[in-house]
């Protein structure tokens, strides 16, 4: 079945300090691919997303491309902030009627400043 | 002016019990979920429903049961909690034709 596996956590970063989050994917198809962020103590918002492949999504400064040929949706900020402080949750899903997103395991980032 | 909106936020109850989670989107979506989300931040489909029918149901528990008043709401019922449902559990919407979901605030569900 088609499942994201993101990488494990913790990440502890300075403030300015470039971040990765590596996400692939599994998929049968071609989903939609996702990048959701948890800041504490709230729900899941919608950080960015690219519906195919070689589409980048970006927003807030964060990046991430649609790689058919790895597989990957990699998460990137060039300068991180305190505020940035989250949960981070790649996902997939196909729309239509099979519209549930598959979530990766999430993966903490902590900036200090 | 909240989108997807959950009542209550935090829950505390005995084993046992039975209690409801209200959801409500003013999105205009016609396509409501509910996600559990366990201690370890694990996020996972439970059910979904596309005008007002179940169109995903995943293996949980049938003690676990949704419920669909109209197109802006969908409410779970548990019955009979257990530790194990301790959660948080997240309702969202989304247009049926569109893929991005729009998320509650959750609800903390603890069982003692």
């Known amino acids: 079945g088609d499942s994201v596996t993101q990488m494990e956590g913790p990440v502890t970063l300075s403030e300015e300090a470039f971040l990765t989050i590596n996400c692939t994917y599994t998929?049968?198809?071609?989903?939609?691919l996702f990048w959701y962020v948890q800041y504490p103590g709230e729900g899941l918002q919608l950080l960015l997303k690219?519906?195919?492949?070689?589409d980048k999504g970006s927003n807030k400064g964060f990046e991430a491309t649609y790689r058919k040929e790895t597989t990957s949706f990699h998460l990137e900020k060039g300068s991180v902030q305190v505020s940035d402080s989250a949960v981070y949750f790649c996902?997939?899903?196909?729309?239509?009627?099979?519209?549930?997103?598959?979530f990766g395991k999430g993966t903490k980032l902590s900036v200090k400043p | 002016d909240t989108a997807v909106s959950q009542t209550p936020k935090y829950l505390v109850t005995q084993m046992g019990n039975d209690k409801s989670i209200k959801c409500e989107q003013n999105?205009?979506?016609?396509?409501m979920y509910w996600y559990k989300q366990d201690s370890k931040k694990f996020l996972k489909i439970m059910f979904s429903?596309?005008?007002?029918?179940?169109?995903i149901n995943e293996t949980v528990p049938n003690r676990f049961s949704p419920k669909s008043p109209d197109k802006a709401h969908l409410n779970l019922h548990i019955n009979s909690l257990e530790l194990g449902d301790s959660a948080v559990y997240f309702c969202?919407?989304?247009?049926?034709?569109?893929?991005?979901?729009?998320f509650g605030p959750g609800t903390r569900l603890t069982v003692l």
């Open positions: 999105l205009g979506h016609d396509t």
């Open positions: 429903y596309n005008n007002k029918e179940l169109i």
């Open positions: 969202a919407s989304r247009q049926y034709d569109t893929d991005t979901q729009y």
């Open positions: 690219a519906t195919k492949a070689d």
């Open positions: 998929a049968t198809g071609y989903p939609s």
């Open positions: 996902a997939l899903n196909y729309g239509g009627s099979q519209g549930n997103l598959i």
